[in-house]
């Protein structure tokens, strides 16, 4: 377990969801049905998307991205808490601990992101529909990618590169399933006063701003709606934004519950549970949720369908 005469740590102990041992082929099975269900689910809005040029429109670029970020973002995560409940091995390496705590954060950023820049999108559709072709040009859909995932790349190597700095020399025993950044600093033996304040300053980057952003752009569009009050107008809305509210009300909604409350040695259990949510749940829901509310998807997946039929 140590890795030089300094005794620091040369790996560290995942405990797991908390669940007994006795249920674990159980729940082992059921993740594994989740995650398979994230990739796959993921991969055909990807080839939808791909294949259907009705949908090569701002709003299914963003989509596409976002769904090859939440297959990257459950992969960070999932095939290492499988392995660990299939075959009991608890211990991951101390690089890679650090490698997974910078692509959780990484991915956790670029999801956030991308929701603002989707977000952005319907509210320009709704409130600008006249000029909705010239604001979202593709120019400016790529300039988005971009600047989303430099500013991903950015925070998640401040964090790691200050996580790095830190000594490790007590108890290597993380109580989660991943190497989450604060469970890990709460192992540390070092001074984590620089990473906490960092925490909380980029937090506001990636999290505040965008989920306030997001609640501008659709409180933007409810005004437009309610100074134009149609049935027609508000059920257009309603198709075009609701799979859009309902991924962000589940992305963030965990991560509210999570990390607004503070954390405590009784809480671990429910921080563990919480983050399931968001690392596994919400990945493998965004499938279900932008193809059953939307006719676009739908539409593209039936003619899919009916092609593969017809070359039979």
Not at 75 to 98: E, F
Not at 147 to 170: D, E, I, M, N, P
Not at 180 to 198: C, R
Not at 227 to 249: D, E, M, N, Q, W
Request: charged share 10%; with cysteine; net charge neutral.
């Amino acid at each position: 377990m140590r890795r030089d005469n300094q005794s620091s740590v040369s790996e560290f102990l995942l405990l797991g969801l908390p669940i007994q041992p006795e249920e674990q082929g159980m729940y082992c099975a059921l993740f594994l049905a989740m995650y398979l269900t994230t990739v796959l689910g993921n991969l055909l809005i990807i080839l939808l998307i791909r294949l259907d040029s009705r949908l090569h429109t701002p709003m299914y670029f963003f989509l596409s991205h976002l769904a090859l970020t939440d297959i990257s973002f459950s992969s960070v995560t999932a095939p290492k808490m499988l392995m660990n409940m299939l075959m009991q091995i608890q211990s991951i390496s101390y690089a890679g601990c650090i490698c997974q705590a910078y692509f959780f954060l990484f991915f956790a950023d670029l999801d956030s992101f991308l929701l603002t820049s989707m977000a952005y999108d319907r509210y320009v559709a709704i409130c600008h529909p006249l000029h909705y072709t010239t604001v979202m040009s593709q120019s400016l859909c790529f300039l988005f990618i971009i600047v989303s995932w430099v500013l991903s790349f950015a925070s998640a190597l401040v964090h790691t590169l200050l996580l790095a700095r830190l000594s490790f020399c007590g108890d290597n025993t993380i109580h989660h399933f991943f190497c989450d950044l604060s469970a890990l600093l709460k192992l540390s033996s070092s001074d984590t006063t620089v990473n906490q304040l960092l925490i909380l300053t980029v937090g506001v980057v990636v999290i505040t701003v965008p989920l306030m952003c997001i609640l501008v752009s659709y409180g933007l569009i409810g005004a437009t709606i309610l100074r134009r009050p149609s049935i027609k107008g508000i059920c257009k809305a309603l198709s075009t934004c609701g799979s859009h509210l309902s991924v962000v009300s589940l992305y963030y909604g965990a991560i509210i519950g999570l990390y607004s409350v503070p954390s405590s040695n009784s809480s671990n259990d429910q921080d563990v549970t919480v983050s399931v949510l968001y690392t596994v749940v919400t990945p493998m829901l965004n499938p279900f949720i932008y193809s059953l509310r939307n006719r676009d998807m739908k539409g593209a997946l039936r003619n899919i369908l009916r092609r593969g039929a017809f070359s039979m």
